[in-house]
């Protein structure tokens, strides 16, 4: 009998501690809606695996830097990568999370590429977090048909340099885990930025 009892209260421990961690985090998504996604910087853009920071014209790339640019501009693949941070501002008194964040990146309107933060994401209560992005995609399929100019604007207008400005979107869609699911926050988040003008 003692054994029941036992075996009874805990099942009910259990149900009540996986409906309190489950409500938490439904309160937590909830309070996204109120929250502010910003792009606070891009860093670390690499083209074949050359940085391009500080990369103006082809005269700042090295011999073989030019070169292996050179071989890769004219393949049918230009592998490319950069960090997105974005920033993620909470007004609320409670804390806001996620458990995963899918997200579509869009340049001047073209999908470029899509990718998923598989870790949890806490913004505090009144503050903010920053939320790194890696991206990876094929810039072969932005620089179809343009100059070589037209590419060190682009590349001038991700890392900040001058240029005449490309239009980045940010489709978000958040996600709570309850039990072994993902469930998806209703809708998207579209985060909205020009970068280099």
């Known amino acids: 009998m003692k054994k029941n009892t036992l075996l009874i209260v805990l099942l009910i421990s259990i149900f009540f501690t996986s409906s309190c961690d489950i409500l938490n985090q439904v309160v937590e998504a909830s309070q996204l809606a109120q929250c502010k996604f910003n792009i606070q910087n891009t860093q670390n853009l690499t083209i ?71 870790e949890r994401i806490n913004i505090p209560a009144n503050g903010s977090s920053t939320i790194p992005m890696t991206v990876a995609f094929d810039l072969r399929k932005l620089f179809s048909g343009k100059s070589k100019d037209s590419f060190m604007n682009l590349i001038n207008s991700l890392t900040g340099k001058n240029g005449k400005g490309s239009k980045v979107a940010l489709k978000l869609v958040p996600s709570i885990k309850v039990g072994n699911q993902l469930i998806d926050y209703p809708g998207n988040i579209t985060v909205n930025h020009t970068i280099g003008k």
């Open 48 to 118: 074949a695996g050359i940085n391009m920071q500080n990369k103006n014209s082809f005269s700042d790339f090295s011999f073989q830097d030019a070169l292996k640019l050179t071989n890769v501009l004219t393949s049918n693949r230009i592998p490319a990568e950069i960090t997105i941070n974005l920033k993620a501002k909470n007004p609320n008194s409670k804390t806001a999370g996620m458990n995963r964040l899918a997200w579509t990146l869009l340049l001047d309107n073209q999908q470029i590429t899509n990718g998923v933060v598989n």
